[in-house]
């Protein structure tokens, strides 16, 4: 086999060549920079809206399954077309007042642990490929159990059918380098909603989760917004971390 050849003998088998191994922190920090850039301005969230999406039916699930988890109910998730969502959850009373500040923390937290989990999956080819599996099933699964609007209705197994359509039938660097970069953008979107997370109001929607946190825990919402800001910083750059520490 001639030298050229051989060079691209990895993208032949569907392997990822050394060279998008050493270079992939590199663009995906890149990516997570452009990504906050974007946000910046106007063309920027037509650019970013599949995200937009995915990290709201991130955030919206981390209330319902964390509130299923205390023991409580996790009635309907709602993601409208404007990138907003709601889950409708019931809690009992006895967990009052840690589970309801548990379940308003899970909703913020929810993009950056999930983004944490694609990120680690990326260290093994086979374990991208099953994370890909998992997150387009998933998301399949959650649009019959609990998804209940029109546009979410649409919206959300669309994602879960392209996403696995990548883990079927992309090529398994492409697998990773896509597992990486939904990582990425999960983690950052926290910061997509900063106004958010240091808001006391949710609009019509009522009272923020920081808002709803204070409510229960005392302590101001802009101090739980800063904590969760951070706390999903760190959660970045130590996946990234792990997932690029020498193997």
């Known amino acids: ?53 995915l990290a709201t039916w991130f955030h919206e699930m981390g209330h319902g399954l964390m509130a299923l988890l205390l023991g409580g109910q996790f009635r309907k998730l709602e993601i409208f077309g404007n990138g907003s969502g709601v889950a409708s959850y019931a809690m009992s009373l006895s967990l009052a007042p840690i589970g309801p500040a548990l379940v ?13 989990a694609l990120i680690l999956a990326s260290r093994s080819f086979k374990l991208a490929t099953l994370s890909l599996k998992i997150l387009g099933v998933f998301l399949l699964v959650s649009t019959i159990i609990w998804v209940r609007s029109l546009f979410g209705i649409v919206a959300i197994p669309l994602l879960g ?66 904590l969760m800001a951070v706390a999903s910083l760190v959660i970045l750059v130590q996946s990234l971390r792990l997932a690029y520490r020498s193997r």
Not at 105 to 113: L, Y
Not at 166 to 184: D, E, H, Y
């Open 104 to 116: 308003a923390a899970a909703g913020p937290m929810g993009p950056p642990i999930a983004g944490a």
């Open 161 to 226: 059918l392209i996403i696995l359509g990548i883990a079927l039938k992309a090529p398994r660097w492409v697998q990773g380098f896509t597992v990486q970069f939904l990582g990425v953008q999960a983690c950052v979107s926290t910061y997509h909603q900063l106004d958010y997370l240091f808001s006391y109001s949710a609009g019509p929607l009522g009272l923020s989760d920081t808002a709803q946190i204070q409510q229960r825990l005392l302590l101001p919402y802009w101090f739980w917004g800063g």
């Open 1 to 53: 086999m001639s030298s050229l050849g051989k060079d691209f003998e990895p993208l032949l088998t569907k392997e990822a060549p050394p060279a998008v191994d050493r270079m992939g922190l590199t663009w995906l920090i890149a990516a997570a920079i452009a990504t906050i850039l974007l946000w910046q301005v106007p063309a920027g969230n037509y650019i970013l809206y599949p995200f937009t999406i």
